[in-house]
């Protein structure tokens, strides 16, 4: 095989593959896709404040013996 074989094939190969690569990722339209459903916004309710858990010391009773 000579040198302008081996770079034919190589070059047919590396084009499949970019051809390949182009299919999949490419802007070809809705072919073979899914339609992509609208978005639909809802109105975000405002969550309840949640009520802090009251903090400080804690304080326990000390049996005196």
Known sequence: MSSESVGG???AI?????????VVFGP???FGKPA???KVEQPA???APAVPAP???VIREVPNQ
């Open 28 to 30: 070809i339209g809705q």
């Open 45 to 47: 309710a405002a969550p």
């Open 9 to 11: 094939i190589l070059g």
């Open 55 to 57: 903090r400080g010391p």
């Open 14 to 22: 590396v084009a499949a593959v970019v051809l390949a690569v182009a």
């Open 36 to 38: 992509r459903p609208a």
